[in-house]
């Protein structure tokens, strides 16, 4: 048991897990687009070695999309990372379990490019807990411990905004 903690395939998940966290601990935007590039970088390399290849496509995707995000923030940018997602679904599609980091990625391409505030957080808390049940049943525990302190925060979050009296709270 203690050797699955150690092995290199759970390595970069520990790397991911501490880059997500400063990544949402960041204020300014572009810190933030660029811990979470590192983040996801760190889970390509995770998801490959722990034998996932949907996963290390979503990832691939969700870090071209974060780069992206640092330059370009148009609809028509979302879609050309929409139609990779669903393109690269398709292609290493191998049951239902491959579907999870596909339509995690496609959800939070989804909110972060169209919506904003409230409905932009709740629609990423349903792309965290697809990833929180494709890390558990990969097998992650980096990423699962991710995907847990992301969903806390976020939830956390979306209450406070709640409670604010405003659904459409939120800045672009």
Request: glycine share 10%; with cysteine.
């Amino acid at each position: 048991m203690l050797e699955q903690v150690f092995s290199p395939a759970q390595i970069p998940g520990y790397f991911a897990f501490v880059f997500g966290v400063m990544c949402f601990a960041q204020t300014d935007d572009r810190r933030f687009r660029l811990f979470m590039s590192v983040e996801c970088f760190s889970y390509v390399l995770h998801f490959a070695l722990l034998g996932q290849p949907t996963a290390v496509a979503s990832s691939l995707v969700s870090l071209g999309r974060s780069v992206a995000s640092i330059y370009w923030r148009s609809r028509a940018t979302a879609l050309v990372f929409l139609g990779a997602n669903g393109l690269l679904g398709w292609w290493l599609f191998d049951g239902w379990l491959s579907l999870l980091p596909i339509a995690a990625s496609c959800i939070g391409t989804t909110a972060l490019f169209f919506l904003q505030g409230v409905r932009m957080r709740a629609l990423m808390l349903v792309g965290t807990a697809c990833w929180i049940a494709n890390n558990l049943l990969a097998g992650s525990i980096g990423g699962t411990l991710l995907e847990l302190a992301v969903a806390g925060v976020n939830g956390w979050t979306l209450c406070k905004l709640l409670r604010a009296g405003s659904p459409s709270t939120g800045s672009q």
